[in-house]
């Protein structure tokens, strides 16, 4: 009794006080640490998120669209024969560490990924070529402002890939001093400086007052990295922090309600979709396909699962991005119609098909165990008896991509926002060798490949759309997926907080932003 | 003691009684549950979703709309069975082990609790990740999982029991009147050995259901749609504070489950083990 | 303890690492899951997978691969982290500290309130004191972690608001870390007002992890005792006019630590691997969030070491079972084989 009564006095001893971050520090709460902080060694959201306070591009997405613009390139021009791409830089900007930003910097930062024989190269592992530099064969210095870059066929999706978080623009001194503990050392010439790092705990960094578009409003950024989604929900609710990312649907219903916070939505580039197997005898048959597409009723699980923080997809891209053929008629709801077509295929309703179910929810799919469970009884409402599987994430995106599944569910965050990402990424017979299949439906036509890798090739962005269109239609017809939504993405923040910018990745730099 | 004697000890005592009641109870609706429930445990029904208890629902609806009664119910059935299995798995083998390398000392004793210290070196979730990632993702594997994790924390309690009772003077001598080693570990060394066990079994039926339920949480558990008591609280707590009932009913359930062996084995313990009848 | 002892026990240790680092080696890879695949996610292509594992040196033969590995770790080198391309141990020694801070407290808070509910039980068996600590054993054993935590923290820091919500400290302290355990180190500096802060962040942490430990202390405790007390030796002091509490705490206790010290030693293993949940709730920046988190990104060489250090302060934490053994009950000896 003694103990509990000294017990309670140690705990009224400690004074109520709950300090409210200061109004020139924003803390942002999010699901997860940061794994590497030179982004061209980075695959994941949360290092992409931390990492672009930092760096500067050559070129960036606009602050709410996916529309390329200028960034550390004032302006760029493509050859004639579309492979040589020389961009003209801005004059006067300074990295972190005091060095100059000049073609240098831009011809360091790029070569180390490309060139194995750059002094950088063995520094890091570089991830994700295809959607950064692999095409590019050779860059050039002209002047001390001016560097061109030269693929080795025409390669039009670069600008984009170039905008993108793979391409960073690195100061050549610090790659030189930290070698292969760059990751841990970022130095850009971005809006923010990096500070600290505590793994795990959060990572600081303060204004750069040298920026050249004009020191940012916010003194200091903390990201914190608050794993628990429940604990990251009552954090923002009792402004213990300012921002909260990665809230499951559900906790942003709750955020809504509550006054002084506030929930910002907007169209995204991601797609969340099951991928039938198609090397399966069973699933071959593209009415089994259709069938299965009709029997989801996608209304309801937005509505419910997803809260309705979601559009239905029936393309394998999102409306946001150009070239969506918006003419396609998606696969209505028809449970009548599902079971005609599994009839006349002559599917095998005592086979058990399995769905396996992703372990880790990612922006594309909140709940996706819970879909799975509907999807499953949809499914079973035509006939179709299906046995949910689940691995743990590493397990299961192997297993996929060997191809072993039936039925998976899978989705793809939206990279470059270029169609050709989702559609040769995702959908071309290149992409569909096992293993390491991206093309998780192992799906190879022959006709969709050839518009796809032709549209690779063409720089008339009309001519382009027109390919993606009737590749599009072809992607309906064949239904090697069941595309199931387009996520919106959402941020939700406390109403101190001004100007928060959205872009459809999710993914901004914050220099705009304030608090009041 | 004879077989009846040991019955009517049983009956006489009211903490067996009480766990018979409550066990009793969870194995009734176990067998018994299709008949009883009101709801189908599978069907979703995603616009009645995350209710409140209700006359319809009296313990309300989880996310995807169905009764968690109806849940609770069926899912006794794989939860109690989590609980005895993996209990099983980790006690046969880890008693024995312990009795050896208690009784027989030396070579053996080394020998064995190294093996033990090997695997006790891995944090009890990361291994049963590991066991159930090799077996792949199934009930059975999962309680197979579970069950190796704690085979080494019975083998150190037995051990250290064993340890002090062979150094008792009524060992040495029946080791003295010439007993066989099995008649001294099984008719003398085990019975006295068996009240620590007890305790620790119960209360790992508990700690069995929620490491399974751990383990469905990465991924590696009961498969869904299986409402099994640990995985539909670990879905709850997404609702915490939307709809508490979602995590608070399946957490009561196994609460229950815990507290009827518990009691059950204090019981079990009070007439398995004379000396400390009073 | 005698020098033969000591070095009995440095062989013990060494064959447990042995056997330690070949049962993780070997588990790691039998694990379906490429490290390479994960690091690349849902957009990989088979020549950047291929290209990755032989950056990380996975496409060598099993034999090969173990081989470094010993040949590094006896070096002192743990590798380089496969997901971060850091040296694994200077991932590790910060979260090491902040989970041994936790665990410690965690334990003591289990301990102490553990042995006194046991003993309370066992003296007052049958009554209203024995069954509301049991009771409540009970549901701190069955009572989920997350559940437990996240109750906590709304309650004394949402509604309330008198304690720290998560972290270690308050966001923007800044301290030189020494030990890296944050009471120590304010202690060092003399600052007290970090150390008040960085004692306020340990509460509700430690008392979510040590509600398991401390269930299964206090029954333990209770039985042991109740074996105790009705052996002869006890009743003889009785008889002799002892007093109950001296009868008690002295010849009772003293003779029911031998199991309490048992599950004490299994269970501070527990709470060094098993704060996964705790450490998460929490935002706790630990190890036990840190193995899994690598686990499950098959993160091979974090993995490794990690367990390594498992194993070498499990072998510690036993060590020091096996000496209080001896030490309460001289009839055993220490080496124990």
């Not at chain 1, 709950?18 to 997860?32: E, K, P, V, Y």
């Not at chain 1, 046995?387 to 039925?407: F, M």
């Amino acid at each position: 009794m003694k103990t509990f009564v000294s017990l309670l006095v140690a705990v009224m001893m400690f004074m109520p006080s709950l300090s409210m971050a200061a109004s020139d520090t924003l803390i942002w709460g999010r699901g997860g640490d940061s794994v590497v902080l030179d982004l061209a060694q980075a695959t994941d959201g949360e290092s992409i998120k931390a990492g672009i306070q930092v760096f500067e591009n050559l070129v960036k997405f606009g602050d709410n669209s996916m529309d390329v613009e200028p960034q550390l390139a004032e302006s760029w021009e493509i050859s004639p024969d579309g492979l040589t791409w020389t961009f003209h830089l801005r004059k006067g900007v300074k990295f972190h560490d005091g060095t100059d930003f000049t073609a240098q910097a831009v011809y360091d930062s790029f070569a180390r990924i490309i060139d194995k024989d750059h002094p950088f190269y063995g520094y890091g592992k570089w991830k994700y070529l295809s959607l950064s530099l692999k095409y590019v064969s050779n860059i050039e210095i002209i002047d001390d402002f001016t560097v061109s870059l030269t693929t080795e066929m025409p390669y039009a999706p670069l600008i984009n890939n170039l905008a993108l978080w793979l391409c960073p623009i690195l100061s050549p001194k610090a790659m030189a001093e930290y070698k292969d503990q760059i990751g841990m050392h970022p130095v850009g010439t971005g809006p923010f400086k990096f500070v600290e790092w505590v793994k795990d705990d959060h990572i600081t960094m303060v204004r750069n007052e040298d920026y050249w578009g004009g020191a940012p409003k916010l003194k200091k950024i903390v990201l914190k990295s608050i794993p628990e989604t429940a604990t990251r929900l009552m954090a923002l609710q009792s402004g213990t922090i300012d921002i909260a990312d990665d809230l499951d649907p559900d906790a942003i219903t709750l955020v809504k309600k509550q006054k002084d916070l506030v929930v910002k939505e907007n169209a995204s580039v991601n797609v969340g979709y099951i991928a039938m197997n198609t090397s399966k005898p069973y699933l071959a048959d593209p009415r089994i396909r259709q069938a299965i597409n009709h029997a989801v009723d996608k209304n309801i699980l937005i509505q419910t699962l997803f809260q309705g923080l979601a559009i239905p997809a029936k393309n394998p891209f999102a409306p946001s991005i150009w070239s969506y053929n918006d003419e396609i008629e998606p696969y209505a709801y028809d449970p009548a119609k599902a079971k005609e077509l599994l009839k006349e295929a002559g599917f095998d309703f005592g086979r058990e098909i399995e769905l396996w179910a992703m372990p880790v929810s990612r922006a594309y799919m909140p709940d996706p165990v819970k879909t799975a469970e509907l999807i499953q009884a949809y499914l079973s409402a035509v006939g179709v008896k299906v046995k949910i599987v689940r691995y743990d994430w590493g397990t299961y995106l192997s297993k996929t991509s060997n191809g072993e599944h039936d039925l998976c569910m899978l989705g793809w965050l939206g990279g470059n926002a270029d169609p050709d990402n989702f559609l040769y990424g995702l959908l071309s017979a290149d992409t569909a060798q096992t293993p390491g299949a991206s093309n998780v439906a192992i799906w190879k036509n022959a006709e969709f490949t050839d518009l796809v890798k032709k549209a690779q090739k063409t720089f008339d962005k009309a001519k382009r759309t027109d390919l993606y269109k009737k590749a599009q239609v072809i992607a309906h017809d064949e239904a090697p997926w069941v595309p199931i939504a387009h996520t919106k993405v959402v941020r939700c923040f406390h109403n101190r907080v001004q100007d928060v910018p959205l872009r459809p990745n999710g993914l901004n730099s914050f220099e705009m932003v304030w608090k009041k | 003691m004879g077989r009846w004697d040991m019955l009517r000890d049983l009956l006489k005592n009211k903490n067996t009684v009480l766990g018979m009641v409550i066990v009793g109870c969870i194995l009734f609706l176990a067998v018994f549950g299709p008949v009883l429930a009101p709801y189908d445990p599978f069907l979703p029904a995603p616009l009645d979703r995350l209710q409140l208890p209700s006359r319809e629902h009296w313990l309300g609806t989880d996310s995807l709309g169905r009764d968690i009664l109806t849940r609770i119910i069926y899912g006794s059935r794989i939860s109690v069975m989590i609980g005895l299995v993996a209990v099983t798995i980790s006690l046969v083998p880890g008693t024995v082990l312990g009795l050896l390398a208690g009784y027989f000392g030396k070579t053996l004793d080394a020998v064995i609790m190294r093996v033990m210290d090997v695997l006790l070196a891995f944090p009890a979730i990361l291994m049963a990740v590991f066991i159930a990632a090799i077996l792949g993702p199934s009930l059975v594997n999962t309680m197979i999982a579970v069950g190796i994790v704690y085979i080494p924390h019975y083998a150190r309690i037995v051990r250290s029991s064993v340890l002090l009772l062979k150094e008792q003077l009524f060992v040495q001598s029946v080791s003295h009147m010439g007993g066989s080693h099995g008649r001294i570990i099984f008719s003398h060394i085990l019975p006295n050995a068996l009240a620590p066990i007890i305790v620790y079994a119960t209360l790992g039926m508990g700690t069995a259901v929620l490491q399974a339920a751990a383990l469905g949480f990465l991924g590696l558990g009961a498969q869904p749609p299986q409402p099994e008591w640990g995985a539909m609280l670990s879905e709850g707590r997404q609702y915490l504070q939307l709809a508490p009932h979602v995590a608070a009913f399946p957490g009561l359930a196994i609460l229950l489950l815990v507290l009827g062996f518990n009691v059950f084995g204090d019981g079990l313990r009070d007439v398995l083990d004379p000396t400390l009848r009073t | 303890m005698n020098s033969s002892v000591i070095s009995r026990r440095i062989v013990q240790l060494i064959l447990i690492m042995i056997g330690v680092s070949v049962v993780v080696f070997l588990m790691l890879r039998m694990i379906p899951g490429d490290p390479a695949q994960l690091l690349l996610g849902e957009l990989a292509s088979p020549e950047e997978l291929a290209a990755l594992r032989h950056d990380l040196g996975l496409d060598r033969s099993l034999l090969v691969q173990y081989t470094i590995f010993v040949k590094n770790m006896l070096a002192g080198d743990f590798g380089i982290s496969m997901r971060t391309g850091t040296p694994v141990i200077n991932e590790i020694i910060p979260r090491l500290a902040a989970t041994v801070e936790l665990s410690v407290a965690g334990m003591v808070i289990a301990t102490v309130f553990g042995i006194l509910a046991g003993i309370l039980s066992a003296v007052y068996k049958n009554t209203v004191v024995d069954y509301t600590a049991m009771l409540s054993a009970l549901v701190g054993v069955s009572m989920p972690v997350f559940w437990l935590g996240l109750m906590l923290i709304y309650v004394f820091a949402v509604h309330f608001q008198v304690m720290p919500m998560m972290g270690r400290m308050e966001m923007g302290t800044e301290m030189h870390a020494i030990t890296g355990l944050v009471l120590v180190d304010a202690l060092i500096h003399m600052d007290f007002a970090v150390f008040k802060d960085g004692l306020r962040h340990l509460v509700l942490p430690a008392v979510t992890l040590s509600t398991i430990p401390m269930a299964i202390i206090a029954r333990i405790t209770r039985s042991a005792m109740l074996e105790v007390m009705n052996q002869d030796y006890i009743r003889t002091a009785r008889a002799k006019g002892m007093e109950e509490s001296v009868v008690i705490l002295r010849h009772a206790l003293g003779n029911a630590f031998l199991p309490i010290i048992t599950v004490l030693g299994i269970n501070m293993g527990l709470l060094l691997g098993g704060a996964v949940l705790t450490e998460t709730i929490f935002s706790w920046p630990g190890l036990g969030r840190y193995v899994v988190d690598s686990l499950m990104g098959r993160d091979y060489n974090a993995v490794q070491a990690c367990i390594l250090i498992f194993a070498v302060l499990m072998a510690l934490i036993n060590l020091g079972v096996d000496v209080m053994y001896a030490f309460l009950d001289p009839r055993i000896r220490v080496d124990g084989d």
